[in-house]
């Protein structure tokens, strides 16, 4: 069970220290202008809402080992992310701020900065980032005047490729479906190191809106890999929710090397 709660980390995917796709705002950006026209769909098909709650049955698969644990799942957009594992056993509280986590079965928590989480999928994320991938939106920000490369890429099997590149080393590929611009697969590598995290989207109708009914995440480093598969289910949208968090006595802190 302890491995299991791995799942809850690596759900924060928080970086206090966001890498960005596209670096500084101080240059000007090559874009195409169809890139431009697909991008700016995509950016009017962002899902409007106040609240969000799921129930999430989550799947983590490292090598032979694959272990599954249903979760509860509430947002309250552009403010906070909170997750939590049966009876409370281990819960996590996201927002712009910080993220927080504490894990009952071995008494432990975490409060501040996740990059060793960031690090394991291969990509650097905060708040922002990790709401773009819950929603199936861009996962960084499109920013068309910061310094950089944006370019349409082949079509393949009628999607609409984006490669986003800047100064970082790192290089983001957007595959959006072509009768909505939503994303459905989104494919970040780290050009400096053998570090890949690609993510594959499904999606449902929840009123008006489309909203992921699963998302696969493979990060890999190497021949190594790391499979998390996010399903959705029971989606309600713009319903009063508490996020109640609260790190119990006699935990001790987890530290982390940097």
């Not at 479906?177 to 570090?195: C, F, I």
């Not at 009914?213 to 998390?228: D, H, P, R």
Request: positive net charge; hydrophobic residues 40%.
């Amino acid at each position: 069970m302890k491995k299991i709660i791995l799942i809850l980390t690596v759900l924060l995917l928080v970086s206090c220290k966001t890498k960005q796709a596209v670096a500084t705002p101080a240059g000007r950006t090559s874009v195409d202008k169809q890139a431009k026209e697909i991008i700016n769909r995509h950016l009017k098909s962002f899902p409007a809402f106040k609240t969000l709650s799921a129930n999430l049955q989550v799947t983590y698969k490292d090598g032979k080992n694959e272990q599954s644990l249903p979760l509860s799942f509430r947002m309250e957009k552009d403010k906070t992310i909170w997750i939590s594992a049966p009876l409370g056993v281990a819960k996590a509280l996201i927002t712009p701020e910080k993220a927080e986590y504490y894990n009952r079965l071995d008494s432990s928590f975490f409060s501040g900065d996740f990059s060793y989480i960031s690090k394991l999928l291969g990509i650097d994320v905060g708040f922002n980032e990790l709401q773009n991938l819950l929603l199936g939106n861009a996962l960084y920000s499109l920013n068309f005047k910061s310094e950089g490369f944006i370019k349409l890429l082949p079509e393949d099997n009628n999607r609409y490729n984006i490669e986003v590149t800047g100064e970082s080393p790192v290089e983001v590929i957007y595959r959006f479906l072509p009768d909505n611009y939503r994303v459905e697969v989104t494919e970040v590598n780290h050009l400096g190191a053998n570090q890949k995290a690609i993510a594959t989207y499904s999606y449902q109708q929840v009123g008006e809106l489309l909203l992921p009914l699963s998302i696969k995440i493979v990060a890999s480093e190497g021949e190594n890999s790391t499979q998390i598969t996010l399903e959705f289910k029971g989606l309600d949208l713009d319903k009063k929710l508490s996020f109640p968090f609260k790190i119990p006595s006699g935990m001790k802190e987890i530290t982390i090397n940097k």
